[in-house]
């Protein structure tokens, strides 16, 4: 199979690792996706049919859909093995493969990155881009270069939304009928007020702790800040991830928002928090900037990696025509993973001299003027903030 | 056959992704479909709580299917026009016990435009009517808004049993007023036929009705009533003022306030004369007198007449309107812009006294300047024994 990235993600290295083998770490990576997929599944699910709002086969339906994420995903790894390679195609064999490759993995989480009313066939679709065109064509798994879950999202979020919206969207039964929604999520709020404001932004919601427990409209998986954080703690425990990753990449879009937040004339930590909580920042500083195939894999990489990140994801929330800038940050670092990877490579080996300080200074100077050029572009929107950019240029 | 098991594994994969395509397919879009239905329930819901609401007690909101029953009111604006409000619906409200305790009628009545629905809740217990609830409407909602609070507070608890059943209409949204004025009577006629009630009545008939042409009085008592009243059939001759209050006693004794609301109500559609148009000033001495009536849509024609030294004819008159013709019958209207039509009469009448018929397109425009020449040429004919 061709091979696209510059080597196996390392713990391809260690797989016959009893402690942290591939298959040690996927299935952690899958208990860690549990509290996400159940309280995704209470919050669409259950409280909704608690509330009288739904029957019991509606009930079923969030579970069943991430399941199917899961499934899907697999049995077209299935068929792709089964076409590729013509000296295995027994079930045995092609099961093993699957064992082998985490087939169901981009699957669930592609399904959680979805609105609950997703048509099955829009699933389909977005499964194959994801399994097929994201992950096997570029050699399978950890061999390739965007994180296929995300990939199948994008091209569903840039191509198929209208069909998903037009299907139901992201608004559960209860939520539908709550009038303060307003049609809205949260990030759909800002994007269309164009304006930080607290009860525009948060109040018709709830407050802050709803979008901490993540009872609010979204996709599936991406709500539930306190699920998504129990998941993270875990994979940290187990030493899966590595915590500077997500907190880097958490903290920055909090700063960022914060600064963008305060030159509007509101200081307040709502709105970093607001920042950090909706869209899909907690679940992709969890599971996706921590997916060791398609991010960097030595330390300064990993910081370089979320700092760009955080950056983007904020630039794009102000700037994109898609009012969540993660998915789309996310796949465009992707590309750059493996520069930055042999940047810092470069830099920890050379430390300051040359060319390690000319990298160095390199990035951080990327970084800085990324931030700059959206903290200006966050202040097209917010004008109260272009007189003060005007007066420090 | 070997080659079938050779494919075995692909057939069995693809079919199992078709069987998830097709089942999971009709899965996503039953909810889909769901959401109306949850959507149609919900509303169904939040109806009959409102329904609930409205009549403050109950359990639980059964539907009536009571009919329509014939009963003509006017339509307000149009004095001569009539229509029978439109039953849409009825609910009956049961207590825990499942016993009906209240009874809520759908009405759709006819305010400044056609569909104003409100609902009617009227208590089996003590029957009065509970309260009303507005449903929609197509009223300009700028004067439609007037309604407030003290408006709707008419209705509470309003006694089936009052002689006088109305309630004061609000200056600016008076249509929409006589519109909720209109359901809550007909909620009364359905009410006493669904429930054997009795709607109470009160015997009086009026007689006659007179204009005073007293040149010093036709202003302040313009009507002369005769009315015979009450069960021993007493007469009572009485002026009355253009709101059709009473004024003055000529013969007869004062009848108390529920029989004076009664006539007032009821003066308004007498076929008797014209009560539509009225004389709201005379200056005799100058020979000035002015004359007010309503034109389409309710809208005032006012014309200052300038009268000559022996008050026997009309020298020249000026004409404050608002008709807007092209509202009445547009298509068949051809004439020009307001007041055309107006002025077309004014001219005719200067001419040789006379009166056009009708203007095509503009007929209840028309009818209104008849109305107004008539009367003073009426004016004319008493004070002086002329005319024009």
Known sequence: ?393 | MKNIKNYLPVIVISTVLLVIFVLGGIFSRYMTNQIDVHAEEQAITEFNNSMIELVGAGEKVVEANYTDLEKEYLIPGFDNQTYNPELTASYKILNELDEEIAVVYIISTVGRYDGLKAAYAISLETDQLIDVLMIENNETQSYFDTLRDEFYAQFVNKDLNDVVFTIDTVAGATYSSLAFDTGMKYARELYSRDYNFEIPSIVYEITNVQRNYDATTLVSKPYIVSITYDLDNKNLVAYFDNEFNLVEVISGDTPNDTYLALFKNELPSTTFIDVRTNVTAFDEPNGVITIRTNGYGGMPIIVTFQLNETLDAVQSMSISTTQTYDEEYNSDYTGGPNPAVENAFRDQYLADGTYIDSVGGATITSNAMRRIFTLVDDILDNLNGGGN
């Open chain 1, 1 to 393: 199979m061709a091979r696209f990235a510059a080597g196996k993600a390392p713990f391809l290295r260690a797989a016959h690792d009893k402690d942290y083998g591939t298959k040690v770490i996927m299935k952690d990576f899958i208990i860690a996706l549990l509290p996400v997929i159940l309280y995704a599944w209470y919050k669409n699910g259950i409280s909704v049919y608690m509330d009288g709002n739904i029957t019991f086969l509606e009930m079923l339906y969030p579970l069943i859909f991430i399941m199917l994420g899961g499934i899907i995903s697999s049995l077209m790894e299935g068929i792709f093995f089964f076409v590729t390679d013509k000296e295995h195609r027994t079930l045995k064999d092609i099961s093993q493969k699957l064992s082998l490759s985490f087939a169901a993995i981009p699957g669930l989480i592609l399904a959680l990155l979805l609105p609950l009313y997703t048509p099955v066939w829009v699933l389909i679709f977005a499964a194959f881009v994801a399994t097929i065109i994201g992950k096997m064509i570029f050699g399978g798994f950890g061999h390739n270069i965007f994180n296929p879950a995300l990939l199948g999202y994008a091209v569903v979020g840039f191509t198929l939304m209208g069909v998903v919206n037009n299907a139901g969207g992201l608004f559960n039964a209860s939520e539908v009928l709550i009038d303060s929604y307003a049609g809205a999520t949260p990030l759909g709020a800002l994007a269309a007020n164009k304006q930080i404001d607290y009860n525009v932004l948060v109040k018709p919601y709830g407050d802050l702790w709803t979008f901490f427990i993540g009872s609010y409209p979204g996709a599936l998986g991406e709500t539930g800040t306190l699920a998504i954080l129990f998941g993270g703690l875990y994979l940290v425990i187990r030493k899966v991830i590595k915590w500077y990753t997500p907190v880097i990449y958490v903290g920055t879009v909090f700063l960022l928002s914060w600064i963008i937040g305060a030159l509007s004339g509101d200081g307040g930590l709502w709105f970093p928090a607001y920042s950090v909580m909706t869209g899909g920042v907690m679940f992709a500083a969890v599971f996706m900037i921590t997916e060791p195939v398609t991010t960097p894999t030595n330390i300064l990489g990993k910081i370089f990696f979320a700092l760009f990140l955080g950056v983007l994801t904020v630039l794009f929330r102000f700037v994109g025509s898609l009012p969540e800038g993660v998915g789309t940050s996310l796949i465009f670092m992707n590309i750059f993973t493996l520069p930055i990877d042999k940047f810092t490579g470069v830099i920890r080996t050379k430390r300051f001299k040359k060319p390690g300080g000319l990298y160095l200074g390199i990035l951080s100077g990327l970084v800085i003027l990324l931030a700059i050029y959206t903290l200006i572009k966050a202040g097209n929107i917010y004008t109260a903030f272009m007189p003060f950019l005007g007066w420090v240029i």
